[in-house]
């Protein structure tokens, strides 16, 4: 059994990722027609928001996987700009295509360093440590505030650059953490995948779920592990 070295702060861990007709995907790895003019839909229109779960058809959209892009693909530099601008005003860590409405393998990242956002293109996994980080994770695409999470603490990914290039990195920390969710997403995982509401703190009530626990410094780990019981004898007997 592993063990999660530290709980990163809801703050930290906050990965942030229109309606859309599906269509089949083109060999060339190209957008469809429909995907093309949604582009432009929201560029002439400003829009800067997520699809929901909360909404059923967008649920559906979001639980769909998404489909390889070509680098060349001449729509690419408009669908980056739009999640760009999306993941900025959203207040996000990172955001993958699918949830502004383009069922593509895209995600952003912002990188620790230097605050960008760094496009990643078809990303795969290669390998995961058995190191676990806790975390409490948020997505604007799930409205019901925070989840407890374990997961790989270092990801290897192999993928795209824009310009077509290969790469090979391995992310650590909060950015493992919040690629990860992107990666659920691009595979059509949600971070409510298999849960409902009562597993989700509201994101205005965490503090008084931390007060509930007798503790507010997620960083020490005796009290990452009473917030990590609390939340689970809270959501179990919540159970109808």
């Excluded at 839909?41 to 779960?53: C, E, H, K, Y």
């Excluded at 795969?124 to 997505?139: D, H, K, M």
């Excluded at 650590?172 to 953490?177: D, F, K, L, N, R």
């Excluded at 690629?179 to 205005?204: A, C, V």
């Amino acid at each position: 059994m592993t063990t999660s070295p530290r709980s990163c702060t809801p703050s930290l861990c906050l990965a942030l990722v229109l309606p859309l007709v599906a269509a089949a995907c083109h060999a060339d790895g190209g957008l469809t027609p429909a995907e093309i003019e949604h582009l432009r839909q929201r560029a002439r229109s400003a829009i800067a928001t997520t699809l929901s779960v909360d909404i059923p058809e967008q649920r559906i959209r979001l639980e769909q996987p998404s489909r390889p892009i070509a680098p060349d693909n001449p729509a690419l530099s408009a669908l980056l700009a739009d999640m760009r601008g999306t993941v900025r005003a959203m207040h996000g860590l990172g955001l993958a295509a699918v949830q502004i409405g383009v069922p593509v393998r895209v995600a952003l990242l912002r990188r620790e360093a230097g605050g960008e956002f760094q496009a990643f293109l078809n990303p795969q996994r290669v390998a995961a440590s058995t190191q676990r980080l806790g975390s409490w994770e948020r997505c604007l695409s799930v409205p019901w505030g925070y989840r407890y999470t374990e997961r790989p603490a270092h990801l290897t990914i192999r993928y795209q650059t824009p310009d077509g290039a290969e790469r090979r990195e391995t992310l650590s920390g909060t950015e493992a953490v919040v690629f990860q969710q992107e990666l659920d997403h691009l595979d059509g995982t949600l971070l409510s995948s298999g849960h409902d509401p009562r597993w989700f703190i509201p994101k205005d009530g965490m503090a008084g779920f931390l007060a509930e626990v007798g503790c507010a410094d997620l960083e020490n780990a005796d009290c990452q592990a009473r917030a990590r019981a609390h939340w689970q004898a809270r959501a179990k007997a919540a159970r109808p």
